[in-house]
C-alpha cells in the first residue's frame, strides 16, 4: 500500500502566486524528502527533513512536517513558469531500507 | 561528473523478446535502485542493490532481474517481455538507501 500521498493531484496556479502541496503517510519515520520531476526527465531532489525537524527552508522552497498528522506540506513562494513540474514526496518506513514514494502533484504555473 | 547514465533512451520491443537497460553511476554510491514510473501509479521499486554483490527485490520484481558485479553498474534485465511492463524505467544511486536520491533519464519502453 502506498506510504506517502500527495494532495492535491494537479495544481494550477498564475506566475508569481505560491503553491502549497501536501504529502500525508500512514506510518512512522525517520525522514521524508521531495523531489521534482520536469516532463520527460529524471526526478531530482530538492530537500530532506528529518522527523526531529518542524521546518526547513531551501531557497523558495518551505517544507514543513507535522509528525503527529503524519503529514508534510511543500511550499514554492512566487512561483515561475519554470516550476511547472510534478513534485513527489518519499518516505521511508522507519528504518525501513526502502523509500516509497508517492504520485506525485502536478503543478502548471501559468505566465 | 556524468551522474547517473541510462542506455537507451527509448526501446520498443515485442512480447516475449529479452534485452537489459543498462545504468551506470561514477559518483562511488553503494546504494543503486530501479523503479518504474506509470501513470497515476507514482515510482515503484522494482529491485535494489546495497552494494557489489548484493541485490534484492522492491516491490514489483517479478519478470526482471537484476546483478551487480560492480559498484558503478547496475543492469536490468527482462527475461520475457510483456506488454504490462511497458513503461518508464529510471535507476537511482545513492550514498543512503532513504537518503537523497540521484536519479537517471529514464528510458521509455514500449512492450507490443
Known amino acids: 500500500s502506498q506510504q506517502g500521498e500527495e494532495d492535491p493531484q494537479a495544481l494550477s496556479i498564475q506566475e508569481g502566486e505560491n503553491a502549497t502541496m501536501n504529502c500525508s503517510y500512514k506510518t512512522s519515520i525517520n525522514n521524508l524528502q521531495w523531489y521534482r520531476q520536469n516532463s520527460g526527465r529524471g526526478l531530482v531532489h530538492l530537500i530532506l527533513?528529518?522527523?526531529?525537524?518542524r521546518e526547513k527552508h531551501s531557497g523558495r522552497l518551505r517544507v514543513t512536517l507535522d509528525t503527529s498528522k503524519k503529514s508534510s506540506s511543500l511550499l514554492i513562494t512566487a512561483s515561475r513558469a519554470a516550476d511547472t513540474a510534478s513534485y513527489f514526496c518519499?518516505?521511508?518506513?522507519?528504518?525501513?531500507?526502502?523509500?516509497?514514494f508517492g504520485k506525485g502533484t502536478k503543478l502548471t504555473v501559468n505566465p | 561528473n556524468a551522474g547517473v547514465t541510462q542506455t537507451p533512451k527509448f526501446q520498443v520491443l515485442k512480447t516475449g523478446q529479452s534485452m537489459t537497460l543498462q545504468c551506470a553511476q561514477d559518483?562511488?554510491?553503494?546504494?543503486m535502485s530501479w523503479y518504474r514510473q506509470d501513470p497515476g501509479m507514482g515510482l515503484r521499486l522494482i529491485h535494489y542493490s546495497v552494494g557489489a554483490g548484493i541485490t534484492d527485490q522492491g516491490e514489483v520484481p517479478n519478470g526482471y532481474n537484476v546483478s551487480r558485479s560492480t559498484t558503478e553498474d547496475f543492469p536490468l534485465r527482462l527475461l520475457s517481455a510483456a506488454p504490462s511492463q511497458t513503461s518508464v524505467y529510471f535507476c537511482?544511486?545513492?550514498?543512503?538507501?532513504?537518503?537523497?536520491?540521484?536519479f537517471g533519464p529514464g528510458t521509455r519502453l514500449t512492450v507490443t
Open positions: 559518483m562511488n554510491h553503494e546504494y
Open positions: 518519499a518516505t521511508d518506513k522507519g528504518g525501513s531500507e526502502k523509500l516509497v
Open positions: 527533513i528529518r522527523s526531529n525537524e
Open positions: 537511482a544511486s545513492s550514498y543512503n538507501m532513504v537518503g537523497e536520491q540521484y
